[in-house]
């Protein structure tokens, strides 16, 4: 059992960046692999990064590469998304979300995952 909260979102200007940040609680950490997820209004929710559960293996989505950087500290329990060169396309709620695994693996598909935090606004303006 593990509980995710975000934080980090708001309003930013194009081009800008942000810090997202994903605290988990309840059991260890380095026992889950994490995923970063958006959802714009209206539109379905969509993947943007994932990290095995040591932070060994990432993987992001084509519409991010380059720009994002997800990353994790299991010392401190918490996963990060590093945004940088922001777009009004990137407009959306982002989700945090983990599975418990064993080995180093990343899951791109939201199916994978069984735990969610409750999401936090990013704002893009233009």
């Known amino acids: 059992q593990v509980r995710l909260v975000e934080s980090g979102g708001g309003l930013v200007q194009a081009g800008g960046s942000l810090r997202l940040s994903c605290a988990a609680s309840?059991?260890?950490?380095?026992?889950?692999?994490m995923g970063w997820f958006r959802q714009a209004h209206g539109k379905e929710r969509e993947f943007v990064a994932a990290?095995?559960?040591?932070?060994?293996?990432?993987y992001y989505a084509d519409s991010v590469l380059g720009r994002f950087t997800i990353s994790r500290d299991n010392a401190r329990n918490t996963g990060y998304l590093q945004m940088n060169s922001l777009k009004p396309d990137d407009t959306a709620v982002y989700y945090c979300?983990?599975?418990?695994?064993?080995?180093?693996?990343?899951?791109?598909?939201?199916?994978?995952?069984?735990?969610w935090g409750q999401g936090t606004q990013v704002t893009v303006s233009s």
């Open positions: 979300a983990a599975r418990q695994d064993y080995s180093e693996r990343y899951y791109p598909t939201s199916e994978a995952y069984n735990y």
């Open positions: 309840g059991r260890t950490f380095s026992n889950y692999a």
């Open positions: 990290s095995s559960r040591n932070g060994g293996i990432t």
